[in-house]
């Protein structure tokens, strides 16, 4: 029988719930497999109240059975959490609880009880506050894979991914070497050939404007070029350095499937530009697969039912491509 597949219910006073309730309302659109939320049944329920869904929703025990994901009903793992409104103010306040949900995942996979699972959105800065991290760097940590965790925004025509990820920009040129960019190419590399089953045209991405540097020991230079050559060595479809300024414009004549940028916004600002909602985030590198939508807590838009459920619905989608 296929496992099923989770989704962390993420920050509690976010468009979180919204999203959930949206994506099994709609389920029947899609194909999916068999799944499951991980958080509250206490404050899904005050949610549920609170935006005017008409789901229903039940508790599903530590013991859970594949039948017990079947049904109209959204099966809850329920993470007690003490809540009185349906909606507070992020703070840092809830941390514990994420964190709990997090943890109630991991432990699940551990188990194989699940393919792996989804997050939903999460505030950075309340989470994890002064340590300059995502959850791609969490989770690495958390199953022993600190400098495996690769960040992939994944859409089918394009994905994007940086090298340096949740630091700030004045550090991201010290945080750059030659291993760290062949590893996060290697594991791209492998996750398209297994789970697509093709080669992937990658292009790696210079870090200074156009590519160049007055100083005499240039990124370019000491690091991405020979990162790059060793890459074409090992036989993958590398191309680059790519000036950063131009390399969305030439994408579709050269037909890349990933662009990799040297830091976070070099990549995601022009690819969210193009994509939208439209796209996932996916976590590569560890031992199971993780997912969340690609977009934030949406904290001016909570409680208005106006959130777009469709960055959830396309990642719960993805595992349809694991067998």
Not at 78 to 98: G, L, P, V, W
Not at 153 to 177: E, G, W
Not at 197 to 206: E, F, M, Q, R, V
Request: some cysteine.
């Amino acid at each position: 029988m296929s496992k099923p597949i989770a989704i962390v219910a993420g920050e509690p006073n976010s468009i979180s719930s919204e999203i959930i309730f949206k994506s099994w309302k709609l389920r029947k659109n899609y194909t999916h497999k068999l799944l499951f939320v991980i958080g509250s049944y206490k404050l899904l329920n005050l949610q549920k109240k609170k935006l005017k869904s008409q789901i229903k929703i039940k508790i599903i025990n530590n013991n859970f059975k594949i039948n017990d994901l079947k049904g109209p009903e959204l099966p809850i793992y329920n993470i007690e959490y003490r809540q009185k409104e349906a909606f507070e103010k992020i703070s840092n306040k809830s941390n514990k609880y994420i964190f709990k949900c997090f943890e109630a995942a991991i432990n699940l996979t551990k188990k194989n009880k699940i393919y792996g699972f989804i997050n939903c959105p999460i505030s950075k800065e309340s989470l994890f506050q002064k340590k300059h991290q995502g959850i791609t760097e969490f989770l690495s940590q958390k199953t022993g894979k600190k400098s495996n965790g690769v960040m992939l925004i994944y859409n089918k025509k394009l994905s994007v991914s940086p090298v340096t990820t949740h630091i700030p920009l004045a550090r991201v040129s010290k945080k750059l070497n030659k291993l760290k960019i062949i590893n996060n190419v290697k594991v791209i590399n492998n996750f398209y050939k297994n789970i697509f089953n093709i080669k992937p045209k990658i292009a790696i991405l210079g870090l200074n404007p156009h590519n160049f540097s007055s100083l005499k020991e240039s990124e370019e230079k000491e690091i991405i070029n020979k990162a790059i050559r060793i890459l074409i060595k090992l036989k993958i479809k590398i191309s680059g350095p790519v000036s950063p300024d131009s390399s969305f414009m030439i994408s579709n004549k050269c037909k890349f499937d990933v662009i990799i940028g040297m830091y976070h916004d070099q990549v995601l600002t022009p690819f969210k530009a193009l994509y939208n909602f439209d796209a996932i985030n996916i976590t590569l590198g560890l031992p199971y697969i993780r997912i969340s939508p690609d977009h934030g807590v949406g904290e001016n838009i909570v409680g208005k039912k106006i959130a777009n459920p469709k960055s959830l619905i396309e990642s719960i989608k993805f595992f349809n491509h694991i067998h």
